[in-house]
């Protein structure tokens, strides 16, 4: 994770996405790796990331940061599925 945010940090996004998939196939319960590597894959491959935010809302559908990930993804494109994205998030404490 940390090798990750570092690359991130320093605007090397390939590595960044690299460190972050490395570490999911080791511990896909590290759901903050699915939602940096989501992010910065937004910019180049938002299928990929909405796929990797799906993934990690099914091993944990509560996990409120995914949720606004998604909510994000299609803030542009679709702004009715954010909204009910960002309402779903609303009820998670």
Do not use: H, W
Not at 1 to 9: C, D, E, S, T
Not at 37 to 50: F, G, I, N, Y
């Amino acid at each position: 994770m940390y090798l990750g945010n570092i690359a991130k940090v320093q605007k090397r996004m390939d590595d960044a996405v690299q460190y972050y998939c490395k570490l999911i196939n080791v511990n896909r319960k590290y759901f903050e790796a699915y939602v940096e590597s989501a992010e910065l894959l937004a910019e180049t491959d938002l299928q990929r990331a909405r796929e990797l935010l799906r993934t990690c809302l099914t091993i944990n559908p509560k996990y409120k940061p995914a949720i606004i990930g998604l909510a994000d993804s299609y803030r542009k494109s679709d702004p009715d599925v954010a909204e009910k994205y960002d309402e779903l998030a609303e009820t998670i404490k």
